[in-house]
């Protein structure tokens, strides 16, 4: 099964889609009001193991916090049966409480594997349910996370994995491209910064349009921001770039807008090589 999804990803090259931010609105509290009865049904019934097809679908807890990305995110019960669509919360903090035990694999090809996905028990508030691993992006500790204090303000970068296919999987490089938003935290926000797009951010993505900036980290480049500095409430990180052959350094300016924040790429430097 590996060496063929090997010889698959050399064979072709598929770009995943890329989730996408949804504003929440006021219509997340008239849907909550529907579903509080239904999913004080589905907590008191939750069973430990679910049926897909004729195989049994496990859960293993797993305490932790993600973010909910894309459109549609259904919210799935117990029998993996729709309750709502909550769409709306892109954009929100959930509370992760268990990961399925099994890939959901779609398929043998490369385009199809790279849609497999794992299910994640989440919630948030009253709101508790399954939903595609694909639509939920983890927060997750790794070497990228960084932090600063500049004039006794803490400002924060904390990275995220979505529960989905990506470039590894079981020890094997398998090249399925990913998406990676940063959680950023500071005084009194905590959530993702939306990309103002231009020539500069389209260089360092290959082209990609994704809303949301990013710290690269697969299997053609490696970014860690080394600097930062604060001018007129305005953040400036300085961000080096490790790629499978050579380095360069850019900038990234982080401005609050509307009660969220905004990341626009500066420049997006010549690459240096040993």
């Known amino acids: 099964m590996k060496k063929l999804l090997i010889i698959l990803l050399v064979l072709k090259f598929y770009s995943c889609p890329s989730p996408e931010k949804r504003e929440a609105d006021q219509e997340i509290t008239h849907q909550r009001e529907e579903v509080n009865t239904t999913l004080d049904t589905l907590a008191e019934k939750q069973p430990d193991v679910i049926t897909v097809g004729n195989e049994?679908?496990?859960f293993?807890?797993?305490?932790?916090?993600?973010?909910?990305?894309?459109?549609?995110?259904?919210?799935?019960?117990?029998?993996?049966?729709?309750?709502m669509d909550?769409?709306?919360?892109?954009?929100?903090?959930?509370?992760?409480?268990?990961?399925?035990?099994?890939?959901?694999?779609?398929?043998?090809?490369?385009?199809e594997f790279c849609k497999s996905f794992w299910y994640v028990k989440i919630q948030i508030d009253t709101l508790s349910g399954i939903v595609n691993g694909?639509?939920?992006?983890?927060?997750?500790?790794?070497?990228?996370?960084?932090?600063?204090i500049i004039d006794?303000?803490?400002f924060e970068f904390f990275t995220t994995d979505f529960l989905g296919?990506?470039?590894?999987?079981d020890g094997d490089l398998m090249g399925c491209p990913v998406d990676q938003p940063i959680l950023f935290k500071t005084n009194n926000y905590e959530g993702l910064v939306e990309l103002n797009i231009n020539e500069f951010s389209k260089k360092a993505s290959w082209d990609n349009d994704y809303p949301f900036f990013e710290l690269k980290d697969d299997d053609g480049s490696y970014d860690r921001i080394t600097s930062a500095t604060l001018s007129n409430d305005s953040l400036v990180l300085n961000i080096r770039?490790?790629?499978q052959e050579g380095w360069n350094f850019f900038d990234v300016l982080?401005?609050?807008?509307?009660?969220?924040y905004t990341a626009t790429y500066l420049n997006f430097g010549e690459r240096f090589y040993e």
Do not use: C
């Not at 296919?165 to 999987?169: A, K, L």
């Open 56 to 58: 049994p679908l496990t």
């Open 60 to 83: 293993s807890d797993k305490i932790g916090r993600a973010v909910l990305l894309g459109e549609p995110i259904h919210l799935l019960n117990p029998d993996l049966e729709n309750i």
């Open 86 to 111: 909550i769409s709306s919360l892109a954009g929100q903090i959930v509370k992760v409480t268990g990961i399925s035990d099994s890939l959901m694999n779609q398929g043998i090809g490369f385009e």
């Open 134 to 148: 694909r639509n939920v992006f983890e927060i997750n500790k790794s070497r990228q996370d960084t932090s600063f």
């Open 152 to 154: 006794n303000t803490r």
């Open 165 to 169: 296919m990506g470039v590894e999987y």
């Open 241 to 243: 770039r490790d790629w």
């Open 254 to 260: 982080i401005q609050s807008e509307d009660d969220t």
